[in-house]
């Protein structure tokens, strides 16, 4: 009976031991750290097709820097949240902004900046990626 509770317990401690992370799979980090080229952007929900967003650049360097080319160019720090779906830029500062992650994966990532203005209320500007 010993031996059955003792095998029994060696079971359950087997079946709960964390499974091992793929050390070829990227992580968030990885996969955001890269130059990204707009292709779509909607503001409050409906396309935006009258600006030329050809020339837009979103670049996250490894270091945990960006670079931000639209037209002006913008610099600053980022971090994504523990989860992913959060990226914060320049944390800490007057600029801080944080910036939704709807979709981050080695092919695509998706952004959405919110802003208040008085006049114009809140605007939600999404940028659909791709390297």
Known sequence: MKNIAFILILFVLAACKEEPTDPSEPTPEEMISRTWQVQSVQVNGQNEDAADYSNFRFT???????????????????????????????QGTEQEQQVAVFELSETELTLEFTEENEKLGITRTRFELAP
Do not use: K, M
């Open 60 to 90: 996250f360097d490894a270091n945990q820097t960006y670079r931000f080319l639209n037209p002006d160019e913008q610099q600053g720090s980022w971090e994504l949240t523990a989860n992913g779906t959060l990226l914060i830029l320049d």
